[in-house]
């Protein structure tokens, strides 16, 4: 965990996500990724925190940040995309790290296709957000500031 003065948070996006703004609208809004990652900065610096953003279209690299946020952040915010309803590696990481986690969905996923109604990461997560827009990571983004317990100094 980081101190008083470097709180800070991974924001962690899945695959396609760096498709936003282009790719199917209707659904996912017209915000892009920058301004994702703009939302959630701005509402962890009116905290006085800091965030970490990752996107990347392959579970491994996930994964791999998700083990690089234990003794760099204080929590994840993290929109597993596609891989919310078929990884189970992405959840066990998540449990592996003891940090606390929020899922983030754009859409909500219990208004779409049966399959996608389901998510593995949902079982490790402190909350789930989603059918929110891009003002769920804003949301979760303040979730786990509030829930924070203090900064050991």
């Known amino acids: 965990m980081t101190t008083a003065s470097t709180r800070n948070l991974l924001v962690l996006n899945g695959p396609n ?3 936003l703004g282009t ?3 209707a659904i996912y ?3 892009t990724l920058a301004d994702v990652e703009a939302a959630a900065i701005a509402a962890a610096s ?5 965030v970490d953003c990752v996107q990347s279209n392959h579970e491994g690299d996930l994964i791999d940040a998700i083990h690089a946020a234990r003794g760099t952040a204080d929590g994840i915010v993290i929109n597993p995309a596609a891989y919310s309803h078929t990884s189970v590696a992405i959840p066990d990481a998540l449990s592996g ?3 606390p986690v929020v899922e983030v969905h754009l859409s909500n996923i219990h208004r779409r296709e049966e399959f996608r109604h389901h998510s593995f990461v949902s079982a490790v997560a402190q909350a789930v957000i989603c059918g ?7 949301l979760a ?3 786990l500031i509030e829930s924070a317990a203090p900064a050991a100094d």
């Open 46 to 50: 009116a905290h006085g925190w800091t």
């Open 97 to 99: 790290v003891e940090l």
């Open 141 to 143: 983004v303040e979730y």
């Open 17 to 19: 996500l760096n498709l």
């Open 132 to 138: 929110a827009g891009i003002s769920g990571y804003r």
């Open 29 to 31: 809004g017209s915000s």
């Open 23 to 25: 790719r199917e609208p």
